[in-house]
């Protein structure tokens, strides 16, 4: 129902702003976009779909579930945390989009130790080994094997790459930030809530 007439014509055009619609006496929200925060667990592919592997969106909740949903950038199927969802492709493109200069931060397990040169390294530009140059970044040494890392952009498998120029392997990945977004503490692996497009923008774009 729109304002309490039965409609049956599904050509009808609703005012998004002004119109009540209801279904067996609910109240129907209208939303033109979903956003979506997850925590990304290990083993789920940063994509809409696949014919034979999970992907993130097969783990968002039915309710916040639309045809057009999709991550917003790339994590590896490995890599852990942040990780947002929308159906809101300007929006994606601003966060992921290097002109944006959207930081994103990780925790990196190592299979070695960073050193003086490598911060100075990383902090000039990396080449990677195809000859692409990385804008630069900031790596923070946190103990013996474990490192922070922090980029603006979002090469293929760019952080693995990165850290394998000064000859380190990546154990593990995970993203704690974007902007500055963080993950809610009780946020579980695999779950996700659903935010708002302006308290997203406030954090990412106005840190």
Do not use: W
């Not at 949903?69 to 790339?74: L, N, S, T």
């Amino acid at each position: 129902m729109v304002n309490d007439v039965v409609v049956r014509d599904i050509a009808f055009q609703i005012d998004s702003e002004n119109d009540v619609i209801s279904y067996e006496g609910k109240k129907i929200g209208y939303k033109e976009y979903v956003y979506i925060l997850m925590n990304k667990p290990k083993g789920a592919l940063s994509a809409a779909s696949d014919k034979s592997r999970e992907t993130v969106v097969d783990l968002v909740p039915e309710h916040l579930r639309r045809p057009d949903i999709a991550p917003v950038g790339r994590l590896d199927k490995d890599t852990t945390g942040l990780l947002l969802i929308t159906d809101d492709g300007v929006f994606a493109h601003d966060v992921i989009s290097p002109k944006k200069d959207v930081s994103k931060s990780y925790i990196v397990t190592l299979d070695g130790e960073v050193n003086d040169d490598m911060i100075q390294k990383f902090k000039d530009g990396v080449v990677l080994v195809d000859g692409t140059v990385c804008k630069p970044a900031t790596l923070e040494k946190l103990s013996q094997n474990k490192a922070r890392i922090i980029i603006t952009e979002g090469k293929y498998h760019q952080v693995k790459r990165m850290f394998g120029t000064v000859g380190l392997g990546v154990n593990e990945l995970y993203r704690e930030s974007i902007g500055g977004l963080i993950l809610p503490e009780n946020l579980k692996s695999g779950e996700c809530i659903e935010m708002t497009k302006e308290a997203l923008e406030s954090s990412i774009f106005n840190k």
